[in-house]
């Protein structure tokens, strides 16, 4: 944790070097988080409700969404950059160090211009939570929390996949990002609405209905028993392939050399 | 004229060297449709009356949004004329002969044409599609041709737009910041994100009137049913006057910022 904090600082200091580009693109990524926001009201200026949930709880739902996402993207943004890193040679530099090979990946690189989107889904959490009509008991706060800490984990796990499929392919990664940016723009509405297909999808295949529709369940009280206030945790198991996806392409990993 | 030409079907020739890269796009493309449509629906499904589109106008508008994605981007990431900018090789670009405006000009509509080309199998797909994702044909042959016409206008008023922000980069180094924020405002103000019609009437007024709304609005309005009659004149008008009004004032500031271009390194 502290070597964390250190390579934080380091990424910190390096990227105020150009302090207008920064914060030019901090503004962009809050502006281009603002648009879909504005998509969702003006949507929900036409008609109340979706599937059942009103407005208030709809923005709950992105809110939270967009929150998990915007950590996962700000803690883990070394894994985007993990192509290049292979094709570079930096790599092989990280294998010979004595630390896990995926935390030094996911710290290579902590891009702050993310805390646009932070910023916007901290925005978004102040105004909802109030106004949800959820009453905040200490249940309900825990059920966020894990809503959004799980989420960033899976979403993470998401990102570790997509660099890990560079041992195989150096191109047409793109499809991933159906999973990751198409997980996070969709993920506006309870997946519920998509239908029952994707649904199950969502939950058993790639989890993220898990921190999503279920535990807003239980949040907005449709739901009362404690299996959905946990389903986030469950949805944690989708480490374990994730991780096992990236030894597996480590196994088969050559250097470029160079 | 052949030096345009020329410069359109070398771009449009090296964009064709990704042939998996569009693959992929065309997957994520027909994803992403699939599940703005789902989600259409469901907001359909509660009162399909009180929305401004019918639900197959608005099932056309997201697969053509879908499928010409990067006709469409005002901000298109092939990063070509950039790097030009970034690695100080303006430098022999200005060197060249033919005029700087109308090469960058060719060479931005040639990416994007080659890359919506290789995109059109997902816009087939979405025709054989069963049930509410089905795509429909226009009514008429007429219809189809002003839909052409007008889609060849839209490409033209969103490349004069970029020509605008590519003159906004000789004056900074923040290029990302700059991507971002035009992507943003652009795709949201042209019915990138959703159709312009679906904005509350107080400020549809005003965002019907800028440049943004003379892109795919149009075009794609056109062709679902949703413009008809007389206004479809209109809505052509209102794409040439933006188009003429962008070039010129693309044309004047590049004219202006080239006098004081700094070429960045060596």
Redesign the interface.
Known sequence: MKLYLKYCAINMKSQMQ?K??????????F??A???F??VL??F???????GFTYSQVLLCYASMSMAFSLAELVSSGFATFSGMLANGTFDRILVRPQSSIFQVMASRIDL?RLGITAQSVIILCWAVPNSGVSWTWDKILTLCLMIICGSIIFSCLFLIQASFAFFTT?????M??LTY?GRE?GR?PFS???KG?LRFLTFVIPLALFQYYPLLYLIGRESSVYYMLTPLFGLLFMIPSCAFFRFGLGRYRSTGS | MRTYFAVFRMRFIAAFQYRIVAFSSMTTSLVWGFMSILAYAAFYRVNPDAFPMTFPQTVSYVWINQTFLLWFAVVFTDGDIESTLESGSIAYELARPADLYWRWFTRACAGRVAMSVLRLPALAAAFLLPGILKMTLPPDLIRLLLFVLSMVLALFVTVSFTMLMYVTMFHTISFRGIRLTVTAVTTFLSGGLIPLPFFPASIRGIVEALPFAAMQNIPLRIYNGNITGIDVIYGIGFQVFWLVTLIILGKLAMGYSLRKVVAQGG
Do not use: K
């Open positions: 150009y207008f580009s920064f914060f030019l693109v901090i503004f962009g990524q502006l281009s603002f648009t879909m504005f998509g003006f949507m200026s036409i008609i109340n409700a979706v599937d211009a191109e047409g990664l793109e499809f990002n159906v198409g969709h509405y609405i998509y239908g994707v």
